[in-house]
């Protein structure tokens, strides 16, 4: 049986799928395909499959969003990297969103690649 990430990669030979990413201070609203209030006491929750397609700059289209920041860890902090980005920072995905950015980072919104055990 083929998973959905699988069947995902095989799309393009560039590709990359994010299976399973946790989000904080927010949540990924199902119907309406975009960021969302959390739930009260509902401190994670997880994002659908994620495609990640290279595509040029100027054929880039993006809808209204929250550029939101990739963490290794819920620990936010690390070694401040040549790149002048900390070491725990992965990369930026933009998130639909009909909120301003403003109120996601108030929230502390952010994906994260593992959470602390």
């Known amino acids: 049986m083929t998973t959905m990430c699988e069947y995902m990669l095989r799309k393009s030979q560039f590709s990359s799928v994010a299976c399973i990413c946790p989000s904080k201070g927010t949540r990924w609203d199902r119907e ?6 959390s739930y009260p006491k509902q401190l994670y929750d997880t994002l659908p499959v994620m495609l990640l397609e290279p595509v040029e ?9 929250y550029p939101t920041p990739v963490y290794k860890t819920t620990e936010r ?18 998130l639909a969103s009909d909120m301003a950015p403003s109120h996601w980072i108030n929230r502390g ?7 602390d055990d």
């Open 77 to 94: 902090k690390g070694v401040l990297a040549t790149t002048g980005h900390s070491s725990n920072y992965v990369m930026q995905v933009d």
């Open 32 to 37: 309406a395909k975009m960021l969302g209030e």
């Open 109 to 115: 919104a952010a994906l994260l690649c593992s959470l």
């Open 57 to 65: 700059s100027a054929k880039r289209v993006i809808p209204p969003h």
